[in-house]
T-cell receptor, first 113, second 114 residues
Framework: KAGVTQTPRYLIKTRGQQVTLSCSPI?????VSWYQQTPGQGLQFLFE???????NKGNFPGRFSGRQFSNSRSEMNVSTLELGDSALYLC????????????FGQGTRLTVV | AQTVTQSQPEMSVQEAETVTLSCTYD???????LFWYKQPPSRQMILVIR??????QNATENRFSVNFQKAAKSFSLKISDSQLGDAAMYFC???????????FGAGTTVTVRA
């Protein structure tokens, strides 16, 4: 079974631009969560989607948004990029029924210059 | 909000020896889940072990075991017979029973000496 796939793996953007990151969950997983990892703030929760609905959102500005498609694939978008948005963005997928752990993708390394 | 604290930024262990990583958390919930994740230099987060709060028995997964003290809100990870491949950053994480959001600690970097 394929794992969580995130694309692209690396991205360099200029301040003020926008970016879209993609995440394909493990087959059958319907919950997708996004996390931002930086050396200063550690791992912080961005948002979680289930059945195309955002169920939970972290404490991030409105520039950060996401969506989930009917096949459970998810995208996150960051508009008006700032230097501080440089981070590793991790996506995780989970089954919904029962006790389940989150399985992570390899992340997208975003650098804003 | 749930807070997860890992008080050891770095730990070093001799190959084949044992190391214990500490984790404490703060919650008002009675039912929840706790996890230890490993993040090697490849940055891929890998689940090491999980513990359901309603289970009194400590989880074990091969060389990895936990000491779960619910009343003390403590969840330590013991790595036995340490191997060079165990070198990584280890994160303790909390998840509520009705929530898919993970709250992570700051992480502990484990170095294994040959």
């Amino acid at each position: 079974k394929a794992g969580v796939t995130q694309t692209p793996r690396y991205l360099i953007k200029t301040r003020g631009q926008q970016v879209t990151l993609s995440c394909s969950p493990i087959s059958g997983h319907r919950s997708v969560s996004w996390y931002q990892q930086t050396p200063g703030q550690g791992l912080q929760f961005l948002f979680e989607y289930f059945s195309e609905t955002q169920r939970n959102k972290g404490n991030f500005p409105g520039r950060f948004s996401g969506r989930q498609f009917s096949n459970s694939r998810s995208e996150m978008n960051v508009s008006t990029l700032e230097l501080g948005d440089s981070a590793l963005y991790l996506c995780a997928s989970s089954l919904v029924q029962g006790i389940t752990e989150a399985f992570f993708g390899q992340g997208t390394r975003l650098t804003v210059v | 909000a749930q807070t997860v604290t890992q008080s050891q930024p770095e730990m070093s262990v001799q190959e084949a020896e044992t190391v214990t990583l500490s984790c404490t958390y703060d919650t008002s919930e009675s039912d929840y889940y706790l996890f230890w994740y490993k993040q090697p230099p490849s940055r891929q987060m890998i689940l090491v072990i999980r513990q359901e709060a309603y289970k009194q028995q400590n989880a074990t997964e091969n060389r990895f075991s936990v000491n779960f003290q619910k009343a003390a809100k403590s969840f330590s990870l013991k790595i036995s017979d340490s191997q060079l491949g165990d070198a990584a950053m280890y994160f303790c994480a909390y998840r509520g029973s009705n929530d898919y959001k993970l709250s992570f600690g700051a992480g502990t970097t484990v170095t294994v000496r040959a």
